[in-house]
C-alpha cells in the first residue's frame, strides 16, 4: 500500500516536468520549425487549398489552443498521422520493439562489464591491471561514438575488413539473422559504454574502499576480498543503479539515434532523425512527450531501487 501510495505521488509529481518539457519543445517547434504547409501542397496551390491545408495542421488556431489539442493527444496517446500518412501510434507500435532488441544487449553489456572491469581496477589500485584498464577506458573515452561506428563498420561489415556481418538493414526472421544485425552495434555500444562506465565506477569503489568502516574492519582482520565484496560492492549500489537507470532515457534515444541512422535499422531513433530532418512534427511531439513519460517512471523505478537495496531509505 505504502508502495503504490509513492508511486501515486510520483507521477503526480512529474506532470509538472512533463508540462514543462511539452510546452518548451512544442513552442520551439511551433516558432522554429518548418511550414509543413508547401510540402504537403504541389505546385502552384490556389489560395483556397493552401487555407484548407493550414486548417488540417491546425495552424490557423492560436497557439495555446494548439498546445491543448497536443495535450488531449498526449491523454489519448493518439498523435494522429506523421506527414507519410502512417498513424503516428502504428509507427512507435513498429520501431520501438525493434529500437528495444538492438540497444538492450549493448546497454548490458556496457554497465555489466563497465561494473566487473572497475571492480577488478578498484581491488588492484595501482597496480598493472588498474592502470591497463584505465588506459583502455580512456582510449573508449576519447574516440567519437561516430567514428567508432564507422570503424566497425569497415572492419566486421566490409569487404576491405573481415566482412562478417550485415552493414546495414534489418531483416531478423530467427534468432541467428538477429544475432548477425546486431553484432556490430552491440559492440560500437558496449566499446564506448565501457570507457565512461569503467572510469565512474572505479571511482564509486575507490571512493567506498577510503572509509573509516573499511580502515575499521581491516584492523579487525577481515580479509580484503571479504571487505570489498561483502560491504564496499553492497554500499555502491545506489550509485550504480543511479548510472544505470538515468542512463536509459539518454540511450532509448540518442544511443539508437545513431546506431539506426547508420545501420539502416528501422527503429524509434532512425524515425526521430526522419522526423527532425523533414520537420515531422506528430511523430516528434510523440517522442519527446513519450521521452519525459519514460523519464518519470525511470524516476520512480529508481527510488523503488534505492529501498529494495537499502531498507533505510524510505518512501515517504
Not at 95 to 110: C, D, E, K, N, R
Request: contains cysteine.
Amino acid at each position: 500500500m505504502e508502495l503504490m501510495q509513492y508511486v501515486l505521488r510520483k507521477m503526480l509529481a512529474g506532470i509538472p516536468l512533463i508540462l514543462g518539457v511539452t510546452l518548451v519543445s512544442f513552442a520551439l517547434m511551433v516558432y522554429f520549425g518548418p511550414d509543413m504547409t508547401w510540402q504537403l501542397l504541389g505546385k502552384n496551390p490556389t489560395a483556397a487549398q493552401i487555407i484548407e491545408v493550414r486548417h488540417q495542421l491546425g495552424y490557423d488556431q492560436s497557439f495555446l489552443q494548439r498546445y491543448t489539442a497536443y495535450l488531449g493527444e498526449l491523454v489519448r496517446l493518439d498523435f494522429g498521422n506523421s506527414s507519410s500518412g502512417e498513424p503516428v501510434t502504428a509507427l512507435l507500435a513498429k520501431t520501438i520493439p525493434v529500437s528495444l532488441i538492438l540497444i538492450l544487449p549493448g546497454f548490458l553489456l556496457g554497465h555489466l562489464v563497465g561494473v566487473l572491469l572497475a571492480l577488478a581496477a578498484a581491488f588492484w589500485r595501482g597496480r598493472w591491471p588498474d592502470k591497463l584498464i584505465m588506459a583502455i577506458a580512456v582510449i573508449g573515452m576519447s574516440v567519437s561514438f561516430l567514428i567508432v561506428i564507422i570503424a566497425f563498420q569497415i572492419v566486421f561489415c566490409s569487404s576491405d575488413g573481415l566482412d562478417l556481418f550485415p552493414v546495414r538493414g534489418w531483416n531478423a526472421e530467427s534468432f541467428s539473422t538477429y544475432l548477425g544485425y546486431v553484432a556490430v552495434p552491440t559492440l560500437a555500444t558496449t566499446f564506448v559504454a565501457l570507457g565512461y562506465e569503467t572510469r565512474f565506477y572505479r571511482s564509486v569503489f575507490v571512493e567506498e574502499m577510503t572509509r573509516d568502516y573499511v580502515r575499521t574492519a581491516r584492523a579487525f582482520g577481515l580479509s580484503s576480498r571479504r571487505i570489498f565484496f561483502r560491504s564496499i560492492f553492497k554500499n555502491c549500489l545506489i550509485p550504480i543503479i543511479t548510472r544505470v537507470m538515468f542512463s536509459i532515457p539518454q540511450v532509448a534515444i540518442g544511443g539508437s539515434l545513431l546506431i539506426e541512422s547508420y545501420f539502416g535499422i528501422p527503429g524509434i531513433g532512425k524515425a526521430t532523425y526522419e522526423a527532425i530532418i523533414t520537420g515531422d512534427q506528430p511523430v516528434l511531439k510523440a517522442v519527446i512527450s513519450l521521452t519525459a513519460i519514460l523519464f518519470v517512471f525511470v524516476m520512480t523505478l529508481n527510488d523503488i531501487l534505492y529501498r529494495a537495496v537499502d531498507p533505510r531509505v524510505s518512501l515517504k
